[in-house]
């Protein structure tokens, strides 16, 4: 049996990937075994926004590997405190708290908020509420799974954990109208990933902003898809021109070698957590850190913030340019291309092209190429994608 064929046997069918098998990846290139080359529009869902082993970032984890890799959090390691200062610098927050995958960071979010209204805000305890938006996607735990409004994430999965409502994303009245003196926090994603590349109002977070600091809620985004760098800012909410009160940052933090994710929030709320509350065997370990050092100190200092601003104008306008496409949105380099009808025969002609990508909620193409991406390249990813879907 071929390799492709031993993980259909073997593995649980929880996924369904094009046929392609890759073996090596280079910037915003992926090859497969015959040698074939692709150029990467997914990213692993934005976790590749570096690029494919990115050589910084290589020779960070090398470097690390050659001393120690995992200490747990029991003792100190040396990689850790220049690692959340970095991120706590880079987000404008206090403090960090280290995890490993983005549910973790979301789940650790969920906890602070709900410690924080219990014991700061003075909501009676085990009665917090956390309000979410419809379309969400924040993961697959079992907690998360509980909010999702996507009937396949949840069919079969319950009993849910209670405590969550949920209300049109972009409707800051039905918002406001879900707020009660129980409520925690709102948890949203400043534009819907999984969700079809869905877009809020303008206006819409600011609204929320004031309505959160109006009630005392807290405003928790989850930026493991938006964050660092893929919208042309460092983070989507300087789009909105707020700040939250918590972050979920993930993916991308790993720089394409490893799960690395993390909760940023000011000491009010990051001090609800003492010692024995929370924790993670393999969250903060010292190769996690200096890998995460490194992927944050490329998006810097190749100011893939600004790459990702000018490479998506121009790759957006192309897209609207077409007369196939129903809607085409987005922000920087994550871009929805909105069909008619299904997007995976897209998606499929595309991988028979050369263009790696996905179809998302049914109907949405999603484009979303490492930020290290040349032009010339999406030049030629275009003339493609004109090909395919004229
Ligand atoms: C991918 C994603 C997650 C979950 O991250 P995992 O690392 O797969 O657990 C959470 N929120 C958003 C917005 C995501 O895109």
Same mark, same amino acid.
């Given at each position: 049996?071929?390799?492709?064929?031993? $993980?259909?046997?073997?593995? !649980?069918?929880?996924?369904?990937? %094009?046929?392609?098998? *890759?073996? &090596?990846?280079?910037?915003?290139?992926?090859?497969?075994?015959?040698?074939?080359?692709?150029?990467?529009?997914?990213?692993?869902?934005?976790?590749?926004?570096?690029?494919?082993?990115?050589?910084?970032?290589?020779?960070?984890?090398?470097?690390?590997?050659?001393?120690? $890799?995992?200490?747990?959090? !029991?003792?100190?390691?040396?990689? %850790?405190?220049?690692? *959340?200062? &970095?991120?706590?610098?880079?987000?404008?927050?206090?403090?960090?708290?280290?995890?490993?995958?983005?549910?973790?960071?979301?789940?650790?979010?969920?906890?602070?908020?709900?410690?924080?209204?219990?014991?700061?805000?003075?909501?009676?305890?085990?009665?917090?509420?956390?309000?979410?938006?419809?379309?969400?996607?924040?993961?697959?735990?079992?907690?998360?799974?509980?909010?999702?409004?996507?009937?396949?994430?949840?069919?079969?999965?319950g009993p849910f954990t209670p405590g969550f409502s949920s209300v049109p994303f972009g409707d800051a009245d039905a918002l406001e109208a879900a707020i009660t003196p129980q409520t925690a926090a709102v948890l949203l994603e400043p534009i819907q990933g999984e969700g079809g590349v869905v877009m809020p109002p303008p206006g819409y977070f600011a609204r929320v902003r004031e309505l959160c600091s109006r009630h005392r809620v807290l405003l928790i985004l989850d930026e493991i898809q938006t964050g660092l760098c893929r919208t042309g800012r460092t983070w989507a909410f300087e789009h909105e021109g707020i700040r939250p009160d918590g972050l979920c940052v993930g993916k991308a933090l790993g720089g394409g070698l490893y799960p690395v994710s993390a909760f940023c929030a000011d000491s009010e709320l990051m001090d609800v957590f003492t010692p024995g509350d929370h924790g993670s065997t393999f969250g903060g370990n010292p190769l996690a850190a200096a890998i995460g050092l490194a992927a944050l100190d490329v998006l810097v200092d190749e100011d893939l913030a600004k790459k990702a601003a000018d490479n998506g104008t121009w790759f957006m306008e192309q897209l609207r340019g077409l007369r196939t496409p129903v809607d085409v949105r987005g922000r920087g380099l994550l871009i929805g291309v909105e069909l008619a009808g299904p997007a995976r025969p897209v998606c499929e002609a595309l991988m028979a092209r050369g263009i790696l990508c996905k179809d998302t909620h049914r109907t949405v193409v999603r484009f979303a190429p490492p930020l290290v991406v040349a032009r010339a390249d999406l030049e030629t990813a275009m003339n493609v994608i004109a090909e395919v879907m004229p």
């Open positions: 049996m071929n390799h492709m064929d031993l $993980a259909d046997r073997y593995g !649980a069918r929880n996924y369904h990937p %094009l046929p392609v098998m *890759l073996v &090596r990846g280079e910037g915003a290139w992926v090859w497969d075994h015959a040698g074939t080359r692709y150029l990467d529009m997914l990213s692993a869902y934005s976790a590749v926004n570096q690029g494919h082993l990115h050589p910084r970032i290589v020779a960070a984890a090398r470097s690390q590997l050659d001393r120690i $890799a995992l200490t747990s959090r !029991a003792f100190h390691n040396d990689q %850790l405190g220049p690692f *959340l200062q &970095r991120l706590a610098a880079l987000s404008g927050f206090g403090r960090v708290l280290p995890m490993n995958t983005g549910a973790e960071a979301v789940e650790t979010a969920l906890k602070a908020a709900r410690k924080w209204a219990h014991t700061v805000k003075g909501v009676t305890m085990d009665r917090a509420e956390i309000i979410v938006a419809n379309g969400n996607f924040h993961g697959r735990t079992t907690t998360i799974v509980s909010f999702s409004t996507e009937e396949q994430y949840r069919l079969g999965f």
